[in-house]
C-alpha cells in the first residue's frame, strides 16, 4: 500500500483511499464516507488501483495484541478475460476452474455489505452470493461480452407490492448506493421480464440488485420455468 511505502496521499494512484483519512475524489462510487458506511467502523483497509487495471482490495485487520494482517484479494481484468475466454472455448482446466471459483468467492464481502444496508432498510433481499460456472459459462457464450464487465456474478432481489412501492425501494437504493447504475427494464422489456437493476459498486465489485414488484416477479418465474 502506499502508505507502507512513506508515499503522500497526493501521490498516490488514481481511485486509491486509506478509509477515514483519505477518501476517494476521482469517483463517486470509490468515496471513504460510503465505504465506510458499508464496511462499518471497524474496518480499516485501503483500495488499490485504477477502476481500470485491478479488480482489488486491500484490508488491514487488528487483533487484540496489536498484531495486523494484511488480505489481500487482487486479479487484474487482463487475467480475467483470459479466463473468460478460455472458459468460453473450453475445454476447462481444473487450474481454470480453481481460478473462477476464487473469483466468485472475491465477491463474498461485497455481497455482504450490499445484503446488509438492504436488511437496514426493513426489506428483505433474496439472491445468490455468486453466479454458478454454468451459468457464467453460458453467458460468456450467448453475449459479447468480457467476464470482467460482467455485472451479475454476485446479487441480490428484493421483491415488494406493486410499482409505487418499487419507485420506492429503488429511490433508496440509489441513496445508499451513491454512484450506483441503474438499468430500468419495464419500458423495453424483454421476453415481458420487467424489473429495474441497481449496480451498486462495493470494494470495486459490482453487485447486481433486482427490485420486482410481485406480479413482476410472477411473470419472471413462471417464465423461466
Known amino acids: ?73 487482487a486479479f487484474s481484468k487482463t487475467q480475467i478475460d483470459r479466463l473468460g475466454d478460455r472458459l468460453k472455448g473450453g475445454p476447462h482446466t ?30 428483505f433481499p433474496t439472491g445468490r452470493l455468486a453466479k454458478s460456472t454454468r451459468s457464467i459459462v453460458e453467458k460468456l457464450r450467448r453475449e459479447s461480452i468480457r467476464l470482467s464487465q460482467m455485472q451479475d456474478i454476485a446479487g441480490c432481489r428484493v421483491v415488494i407490492a406493486d410499482v409505487v412501492e418499487q419507485e420506492k425501494v429503488v429511490a433508496s437504493l440509489k441513496t ?23 449496480i451498486a459498486m462495493i470494494f470495486v465489485k459490482p453487485i447486481e440488485i433486482q427490485v420486482r414488484s410481485y406480479l413482476q416477479h410472477l411473470w419472471a418465474d413462471v417464465s423461466e420455468k
Open 94 to 123: 481444473e487450474s481454470d476452474l480453481r481460478l473462477l471459483d476464487d473469483y466468485r468467492r472475491s465477491f463474498g464481502e461485497a455481497y455482504e455489505a450490499v445484503v446488509r444496508t438492504i436488511r437496514q432498510r426493513g426489506q
Open 176 to 198: 445508499d448506493f451513491p454512484g450506483a447504475s441503474v438499468i430500468d427494464r419495464r419500458d423495453n422489456p424483454s421476453y415481458g421480464y420487467r424489473a429495474v437493476h441497481i
Open 1 to 73: 500500500p502506499p502508505a507502507a511505502q512513506g508515499l503522500s496521499p497526493a501521490t498516490w494512484p488514481p481511485c486509491s483511499c486509506w478509509l477515514g483519512q483519505w477518501p476517494c475524489s476521482s469517483a463517486p462510487s470509490c468515496d471513504g464516507a460510503g465505504l465506510s458506511k458499508a464496511l462499518g467502523s471497524s474496518f480499516k483497509g485501503v483500495l488499490y488501483g485504477s477502476h481500470n487495471s485491478i479488480l482489488s482490495i486491500m484490508r488491514f485487520d487488528t487483533n487484540n495484541a496489536g498484531q495486523t494482517t494484511i488480505i489481500k484479494n
